[in-house]
């Protein structure tokens, strides 16, 4: 075999139901109540798919929002119904774990666009009772965070004892911080930036041009014509999840190893360890991730630039914020590098915030923020435990 | 009972929790000229006890830079707001005001421009407060007069080739320093290696020679 065998055992309908009757709870906004969007359109009704682990207490102030990246979804510490695997973030979020749900009431909400149950373009448009497809507006990071507000006061949440989410997720922190500081006690940004480097809007155009040159994708309307671009959504995650390593990261698990044989086969086949690998990256996300989605979302990550919505002075942003800010990056992370987060503190100490920052020296690259890494945990755990202290909140249960 | 032998038992109290060896007197001394319920800068701060001393103490909302990553993590851990910065260029990021006091607790010396980082402490807080070590103390001086070497004390440790104390002073130094940036010496302890503040109606050349450390709070000069 030649070319990588990206089919997948999950056909297009079972994925467009997870889309508009997802394995969560759902709130759902009618025509009454309409997201405004940066576009200028208003979505409506639109509807969000959420998980909460804990419990909310009788004050409603130990709610944390946990923001999913790119390709994450609300299934942070369950078993995830697609994939049947870990939840994304089972290492930080659970009991006893840094962001302790039996402390914490947790809530991560499916982000707008997305294709696990909030409204994206793989929903089904109410006005034609097909898939949005390339019909769906172009969305942008403050509108995610926007439907989640409008989320959280369904949920009669006022103020979040604490934010947190890497990368993509970390965009929504720092959206939430400017959009909504009276919201928002704490903010745990990770390996995060104000606005998307031209580097990273450049990763991302090779992505979206691999999903657009898969003659499956027919325009986005690959739904209606019963195909799936699953070639060029798999090269696209094969291309992202490189950057989401470091050299360092991929010579340590693969080196130049072959794959189950000894000497090359002077073929174009999977020889290397971690060819082999990133073919299995690209099939396992085409499962359970959408091609439109994919789209837009990275779309949203390109137009996110904090300081522009502050006539391009980012401690603009952030002036006189009551927010307690915890910052943190990764020394290997050349996707959202360490600069970038000392732009973020610079700005912070500038609008006077009272703001930790800590670099975790890790070879893991940018995905460091999504694996074991102690010290990391140390940090967010001790973070967690000063604002709870401040904000006056009682000690787990045992 | 005096606010020193209160901190002082604060300080052995709150090193007890911590398990941590013997109380820091400068730290104390350094503790007591912060006004209750101050916002404060701690440049240098190490592990964070002296932040976690003010907080404990003074009820203080306490910030802090340290340029060790180790430090840092620590610090953040423990719930302390600080960040990884370096005194020599980090303090210009800060607006003017922005704290009622800063604090330089035993990092002058190992700063690159004492001058440029004192008049930053000058401009971001309405108070600086530096402790530092004199090396104008007599055991300083009568080891560099009769044995002929770099001096090294239990507070200064390191051999010449790996200290990270470049920028020794006196307290006499000191003063004209102060003098140089138009601070208003507000006020000034200087105590002997066994903990004990020097009279204080002593004459400047007595602290400089008797004084192992010393601890001034100064203020701008309008």
Redesign the interface.
Known sequence: MVEADFSVALDAADRAREADSPHSPVVRFGMDSPLRLDAGIDLAPFQIAYQTYGTLNAERSNAVLVCHALTGDQHVANLHPVTQKAGWWETMVGPGRPIDTQRYFVICPNVVGGCMGATGPASTNPATGMPWGLDFPVITIRDMVRAQAMLLDHLGIASLFSIAGGSMGGMQVLQWCASYPRRVFSALPIATSTRHSAQNIAFHEVGRQAVMADPEWRQGRYFAEGSNPRRGLAVARMGAHITYLSDAALHRKFGRRFQDRDNPTFSFDADFQVESYLRHQGISFVERFDANSYLYLTRAMDYFDLAADCGGVLAQAFKDTPT?F??ISFTSDWLFPTSDSRAI??AL??G?A????????TDKGHDAFLLEEP?LF??V???L???A?ARGLSPARA | MTMLTRLKQDLTMADAARTHGGARVDLVVVAEMVAPGAKVLDVGCGDGELLRLLAETRGVDGRGIELSREGVNECVAKGLAVIQGDADTDLSDYPDDAFDYVILSQTLQATRHPRVVLEHMLRIGRHAVVSFPNFGHWGIRLQLLLGGHMPRTDNLPYAWWDSPNIHFCTIKDFRQLCHVVGAKMEKAVAFNPWGRALRLNAPWWFWNLLGEQAVFLLSRRE
């Not at chain 1, 009272?354 to 020296?361: L, W």
């Open positions: 307690r915890c910052v503190v610079h100490n500038a006077g009272r703001v930790s920052f800590a670099e975790i020296v010290e140390a940090i755990r001790g973070f435990e000063g604002a202290k």
